[in-house]
């Protein structure tokens, strides 16, 4: 969940350093530097603020809330599937794949590929 509120936040700070940077560098200029900071640098420098996994009540809470909006739009493409004839097969993918881990981190506040990694911290902690 981390991940994908880092791809959201980059995205959303594209706008505001494209307008900042357009009246200094020029159109083309501004979207160029703006868009490597969006793919790049924004990424990046979050990604060193949240390198480890964080017990931070802010980003946990923004972790809850990413998983409740991928239900409510899994919920969504189901009532597309049920009236508006959407197709049937990608939505059970898309349910089975985010569905699935959306229900895991809401229930165990955790993604399953992080169940080792809090296995050791764990041991650790215990050892000394």
């Known amino acids: 969940m981390r991940l994908l509120l880092i791809a959201i936040l980059s995205v959303i700070l594209f ?3 494209y307008w900042a ?3 200094f560098f020029g159109p083309n200029w501004g979207a160029g530097i703006s868009a490597f900071m969006m793919y790049i640098g924004f990424p990046t420098l979050f990604l060193l603020k949240w390198g480890k ?3 931070h009540p802010f980003i946990k809470a923004c972790n809850y809330v ?5 239900l409510a ?3 969504w493409v189901f009532y597309g599937v049920l009236f508006n004839n959407a197709p049937l097969p990608n939505s059970i993918a898309l349910a089975g ?4 881990l959306a229900f895991y981190f809401l229930k165990n506040g955790y993604m399953p590929y992080q169940a080792e990694e809090l296995e050791k911290e764990v041991n650790e902690q215990q050892n000394t």
């Open 73 to 75: 739009l899994l919920g």
């Open 66 to 70: 990413l998983a409740t909006i991928v």
């Open 15 to 17: 706008f505001p350093l």
């Open 21 to 23: 940077l357009h009246p």
């Open 53 to 55: 996994r964080s017990s």
């Open 97 to 100: 794949v985010y569905g699935y």
